[in-house]
């Protein structure tokens, strides 16, 4: 049933970059091209909403593990940690994959130690349970995962791991916003995604 899991994920994986060639140039521009025109316009009449779009604009800039308090990654996280620690990773994903910001379909599956998406050649290994969530389709830049810890295990180097291997760029056309990975209790949180999935 895995390897069947893992075939369905790797031709959706290839077809999504055979379907992305054409948004690749498109994607970034739409999502930065928008800011730049809305703001001058916005500046023949009231100069004073220039400022916040502008403050917008460096936080996406400076996010390369730091995220702004309104982004999606901020916000599941929020919602991680407010969950009972007891949850199991599967029931986390899932809670988080059926939040009101996710705007397309997709779902949460188990993972095991090895290979993970996000990661190109690096093998997260180093704990007892996993599970993914994420779109359906490869297009859009978010794979989000919860890492359920042994007693007694290396969190510091678990989390660094994480950190130093995530390829924000792995799907190719599109590329993530912020990276976020934290710690609560025995789980760890980690997520590669837009700062927002509005057009």
């Given at each position: 049933m895995k390897k069947l899991v893992l075939t369905v994920l790797a031709l959706t994986l290839?077809?999504?970059?055979?379907?992305?060639?054409?948004?690749?140039?498109?994607?970034?521009?739409?999502t930065e091209a928008p800011v730049a025109t809305e703001a001058p316009a916005a500046t023949d009449a009231p100069e004073a909403t220039e400022a916040p779009e502008a403050t917008e604009a460096p936080e996406e800039d400076a996010n390369q593990g730091a995220v702004s308090g309104d982004s999606l990654g901020q916000t599941l996280l929020g919602e991680f940690k407010a969950m009972?620690?007891?949850?199991?990773?599967?029931?986390?994903?899932?809670?988080l994959i059926g939040h009101e910001m996710i705007q397309f379909m997709g779902g949460a599956m188990e993972v095991e130690p090895g290979l993970l998406?996000?990661?190109?050649?690096?093998?997260?290994?180093g704990f007892e349970?996993?599970?993914?969530?994420?779109?359906?389709?490869?297009s859009i830049a978010f794979v989000g995962y919860i890492f359920d810890l042994p007693e007694g295990a290396?969190?510091?180097?678990?989390?660094?791991?994480?950190?130093?291997?995530a390829n924000p760029g792995w799907q190719i056309?599109?590329?993530?916003?912020?990276?976020?990975?934290?710690?609560s209790g025995d789980k760890v949180f980690f997520l590669m995604s837009p700062l927002t999935l509005e057009q």
């Open positions: 290839a077809f999504s970059m055979t379907a992305c060639g054409s948004k690749e140039e498109p994607t970034p521009e739409s009972d620690a007891s949850t199991d990773a599967y029931t986390m994903a899932e809670t998406s996000g990661f190109d050649n690096y093998e997260v290994t349970k996993g599970a993914m969530f994420g779109p359906m389709m490869g290396d969190v510091d180097a678990f989390v660094t791991g994480l950190k130093d291997n056309c599109v590329t993530a916003d912020e990276t976020i990975v934290e710690v």
